[in-house]
C-alpha cells in the first residue's frame, strides 16, 4: 500500500466535501448516494487523477452524479454529515493508496459496511483505518484485483502486437 500524497489528500478532501453536501444536495438516501457516487463519471474523473486546481462547489458535483442517475428517489435512510465526510475521504484514500478505481473499492467494501466501520476508526489516520478495515476483511494486500491483472494481460497483449 502506497502512503498519501498531498495531491491525494486534497483528492480525498474533495470527496469528503461532495458526500457531505449530498446530505442537503440529494433526495436518495445515503446508501444510495454513495453507491451512486463510487460508479459514476464523477468518480472515474477522480480515479484518472483529475481533481480541480480550486475546489468546486460540491454541491454542484452532488447534483452531477444525481443528473447521471436521474432524479429517481431511493432509499431512506439517511447517515450523517460527519460520518459521510470521513467516508467520503476513506474510499478515496483506499482508491489512492491501492491504485484501485472508485468501482473496485465500491465492491470491496460497501456503503453500509463502511459506515460501520466509522465508530471504531474515524479517530485513526486514514491509512491505518484503511489498512486495519483491509485486514478486518481479510482482503491481502498483496493480491491484485481481477481489474488490475485484466489492465496488465491487455497492456502485455498489445506489446506483443506491436512486436515489442
Known amino acids: 500500500m502506497g ?80 460520518e459521510l465526510h470521513w467516508m467520503g475521504y476513506v474510499y478515496r484514500a483506499w482508491s489512492c493508496m491501492l491504485d484501485m478505481p472508485s468501482k473496485t473499492v465500491y465492491r470491496q467494501i460497501g456503503a453500509a459496511d463502511l459506515r460501520a466501520c466509522y465508530g471504531p476508526y474515524h479517530t485513526l489516520d486514514v491509512e491505518q483505518a484503511v489498512a486495519r478495515i483491509r485486514e478486518d476483511r481479510n482482503l491481502n494486500n498483496d493480491v491484485l484485483s481481477i481489474e488490475y491483472g485484466v489492465k496488465v494481460m491487455r497492456r502485455i497483449r498489445e506489446l506483443e502486437e506491436d512486436g515489442c
Not at 453536501?21 to 480515479?47: E, I, P, Y
Request: include cysteine.
Open 3 to 82: 502512503k498519501l500524497s498531498r495531491d491525494m489528500r486534497r483528492a480525498c478532501s474533495l470527496q469528503a466535501m461532495v458526500f457531505e453536501a449530498s446530505v442537503t444536495n440529494s433526495d436518495s438516501g445515503s446508501a444510495v448516494f454513495v453507491r451512486r457516487f463510487m460508479l459514476s463519471d464523477v468518480a472515474r474523473r477522480f480515479d484518472s487523477g483529475f481533481v480541480p486546481i480550486e475546489p468546486q462547489d460540491a454541491g454542484a458535483l452532488v447534483r452531477e452524479v444525481e443528473g447521471q442517475y436521474g432524479n429517481k428517489v431511493y432509499g431512506s435512510a439517511r447517515y450523517t454529515a460527519n
